[in-house]
């Protein structure tokens, strides 16, 4: 899976490609057993030209798959490499996680399917993306249309379109891929650690909205919102519209004694955090800002915050891992 800051990369990617006629191949992990560095629907583009974009590894996986993806463009036939992760690899490497993974490698052609699936890689539209390996069958299914056919598998991706956060997955010999859209994040001020905030959670992928405290926000369900105007009328402004909101998180940059204060007579819920973040021993502004985030990121994927240590499953690092096999 895919956030949304690496598929707009990819999207402006397959675009140039297209602009300047360079031929393409996507490279996609579409199943994963035991442990990997990334899961399903992790992508990789290849030019003619030896351009690379995206990953799909830590980057022990890129550079051997570079010649293959090579051959599948001039080709024009796509493959499927299995690569057993806990063997010596074809170039020489032991690869460092103990997992076995498949990946569809495909020269990318451009149609109607293609088109939609760039556009709501960018604008970041929920969408299902559906494809037959070793077919030219695909389909697109967003909230508003359909684009393309694959009758066996309509259904099921109107189906997965209802839900949120399904993950990409094999089905024999068909791919259902997603998108992970993190909810935004509203920030309530204007200090230093707010853009520090903001540049932190761009990083991870999140869409960041920077407000004053007597603005009238509409915040989608399971927004973030991150209470941090110094001042104490501002914030109680901010957290009370917070609270009448459908946020998921509300983090407020407080000591404990004065959110007693600010918060006096509002009707609070245990969305509030206060004060905000995780204790990792935060002392600068930017470390206030990593650990906030890092909380929410706690708090949307419903883990412990514990020291990967002390967690007793097997546990792997990865976008959409949610941190456990």
Known sequence: ???????????????????????????????????????????????????????????????????TALEVINSNYPVLERINMEEESSWGMWLGCPGEVDIYIEPLHFDDVMDAWVDALITGEKFVLVKKLFSSEKLLVTEKSIVGS????????????????VRPYLKGDIFFDTLLRYPPVHIFGGGEEAHHFREIAQILGFEVFLHEPSEKVKMAEGSFVIVANHNLKADRLSLKQALMSEASYIGVVSSRKRFLKLSEGLDLDDRVYCPAGLDLGSFTPEEVAFSIMAEILKVYWGKTGESLKKVKQEVTHGIGSQGIL
Do not use: H, N, P
């Open 150 to 165: 694959l009758l066996v598998a309509e259904e099921e991706a109107k189906a997965m379109i209802k839900e949120y956060g």
């Open 1 to 67: 899976m895919q956030t949304w800051k690496e598929a707009k990369l990819l999207a402006e990617g397959i675009l140039d490609c297209k602009k300047r006629g360079v031929r393409c191949a996507l490279l996609t992990i579409v199943s994963v057993r035991g442990s990997s560095y990334r899961k399903e629907g992790a992508k990789f583009l290849v030019t003619e030209e030896g351009e690379e974009i995206c990953s799909i590894s830590g980057g022990c996986l890129e550079k051997g798959l570079l010649d």
